[in-house]
């Protein structure tokens, strides 16, 4: 039986009723069911109702704090940029106005730290080159690193529940599903839809899916269904030749994957020197959810597999 929805009060100390999917939603998009109006049985709240707010409001209000809850320090105050008349003003849209607001208090809450590894992309950009070929002849689409490495982390997160959390004031979520988030760069921000159940897809399926809700998300016709309730995110700029960087955590989530390009460079390959393929991939942790050893071990797993990566298509 679905969860009844639970009632919470409006200012005025009338009942709110919210399932728990728009309870998430909200959570996660900032929006005050106070100011929600519900039009579901009986006035209920449904996700529907919290994606119109987020969609009409300018920006999310921030929740009231609890009356015993300590007040935070007040921010530093900064002082306005000097405006030339060569200067352009570009308004904040409301999507950099919720990336701003859920990526500082990512920041400012989620104590992050790091950890990084170096692997051999040799046999992943043999696989894809194999696989590529056989697509190819078939008539079927390529399928790119990003995709096999999705399929890794979905595969290897299986074995490590603890990383595909969720941080909440009351409780660490270990979620029983695996939703992969994929990180997609548009001209009005970043967005990240979500490629859910990723560890029961094939390589091939979750390729096509990823082609589709980026374009989707680079034509702004992203559903709201399609950008929430991810457990884990993958973000790559190896597209961009970088080589190696940190993302800031997408909450609630407590990690999320940064993936470097595949690069070659010397190294030493059977005992001899030769031109060798390297990828550097960094993991950002919640501490409050994952320690260093757990962490670590992921990445471990995760190299293995990216090392022999017929472990993850088989």
């Known amino acids: 039986m679905p ?22 939603d909200a959570r996660e998009l900032g929006v005050d069911l106070a100011t929600v109006e519900g039009s579901g049985p009986g006035g209920r709240i449904i996700r529907a109702d919290v ?43 409301s999507i950099r106005k919720t990336i701003a607001r859920r990526l500082t208090e990512s920041m400012q809450s989620s104590p992050h730290f790091y950890v990084t590894k170096t692997i051999d992309a040799g046999p992943l950009s043999a696989l894809r080159a194999e696989l590529n070929e056989r697509l190819v002849a078939a008539g079927r689409k390529k399928v790119s690193v990003n995709d096999i490495i999705v399929r890794a ?5 299986r074995d490590h529940p603890v990383v595909n959390s969720s941080f909440t004031p009351e409780a660490i979520v270990r979620h029983g599903r695996i939703h992969v988030g994929i990180a997609v760069a548009t001209e ?91 990828m550097t991939m960094t993991l950002s942790s919640d501490h409050r959810v994952i320690d260093g050893a757990q962490a670590a071990e992921f990445v471990r797993d995760l190299a293995a597999v990216l090392e022999d990566p017929w472990l993850a298509v088989a």
């Open 153 to 157: 982390v979905a595969v290897v997160l």
């Open 188 to 278: 009005t921000g970043l967005v990240v839809p979500v490629i859910r159940d990723a560890d029961t897809k094939s390589l091939t399926s979750i390729s096509a899916e990823t082609r589709e809700l980026a374009g989707k998300a680079r034509d702004r016709k992203l559903g709201l269904d399609e950008m929430s309730g991810g457990t884990f995110t993958v973000s790559n700029l190896g597209m961009y030749g970088i080589d190696h960087f940190t993302a800031v955590i997408n909450p609630p989530e407590a990690a999320i994957l940064a993936v470097g390009a595949v690069r070659s460079e010397p190294g030493v390959k059977d005992g001899e020197l030769a031109v060798v393929q390297k």
């Open 3 to 24: 969860a009844a929805p639970a009632a919470v009060t409006r200012p005025d100390g009338a009942r709110i009723l919210s399932s728990p999917l728009a309870r998430r």
């Open 51 to 93: 994606a119109k707010a987020a969609s009409t409001a300018p920006s999310a209000p921030a929740p009231a704090a609890p009356v015993s809850a300590p007040a935070a320090p007040a921010a530093a105050a900064v002082a306005a940029p000097a405006v030339e008349e060569t200067d352009e003003l570009i308004p904040l849209t």
